[in-house]
């Protein structure tokens, strides 16, 4: 197979040719040369582009991306940085899971009022406490420093 222009490798991975240009910027993929103006990639990007859309979806930042693809093309894994992935997908998880219960019971609690409910207030008292809800994103990097203590 010949090398795909930029239009090319967009049509076939879903991938904005702006956003092509960006991951070639950060070295997440290389082009190959120019048809005209427009950049040429190997076939082989698309396979990288889908590596890159499943770092994505697992909640990877494009610098972590970089570190797991590597240079020369071949993924570089690093177990331990996606066991930490695993981990704070599970705290993301339970926080969500409290988060739906909380909300399916202050739907459904026959309580005059919500903070004369018992589960509410304590669903509060969390909140407050910072247990569950918006906290500071934590990079897979400190995640994987937190576990190896």
Same mark, same amino acid.
């Given at each position: 197979?010949?090398?795909?222009? *930029?239009?090319?490798?967009? &049509?076939?991975?879903?991938?904005?040719?702006?956003?092509?240009?960006?991951?070639?910027?950060?070295?997440? *993929?290389?082009?190959?040369?120019?048809?005209?103006?427009?950049?040429?990639?190997?076939?082989?990007?698309?396979?990288?582009?889908?590596?890159?859309?499943?770092?994505?979806?697992?909640?990877?930042?494009?610098?972590?991306?970089?570190?797991?693809?590597?240079?020369?093309?071949?993924?570089? *894994?690093?177990?331990?940085?996606?066991?930490? &992935?695993?981990?704070?997908?599970?705290?993301?998880?339970?926080?969500?899971?409290?988060?739906?219960?909380?909300?399916?019971?202050?739907?459904?609690?026959?309580? !005059?009022?919500?903070?004369?409910? !018992?589960?509410?207030?304590? *669903?509060?008292?969390?909140?407050?406490?910072?247990?569950?809800?918006?906290?500071?994103?934590?990079?897979?990097?400190?995640?994987?420093?937190?576990?190896?203590?």
């Amino acid at each position: 197979m010949s090398d795909l222009d *930029i239009n090319e490798v967009a &049509k076939r991975s879903g991938v904005p040719p702006s956003a092509l240009r960006f991951y070639e910027e950060k070295g997440l *993929i290389v082009s190959v040369g120019r048809r005209g103006l427009r950049r040429t990639f190997d076939p082989a990007v698309l396979q990288r582009l889908a590596l890159i859309a499943m770092g994505r979806a697992a909640g990877f930042s494009l610098d972590e991306i970089a570190r797991l693809l590597g240079q020369e093309g071949q993924p570089r *894994i690093d177990r331990t940085l996606l066991v930490a &992935k695993a981990d704070a997908l599970d705290s993301t998880i339970r926080e969500l899971s409290a988060m739906r219960d909380g909300l399916r019971h202050a739907a459904s609690c026959r309580a !005059p009022s919500h903070l004369e409910c !018992p589960t509410f207030r304590r *669903i509060l008292r969390a909140a407050a406490s910072g247990r569950i809800g918006v906290r500071r994103k934590k990079s897979v990097k400190d995640a994987a420093k937190s576990r190896a203590r």
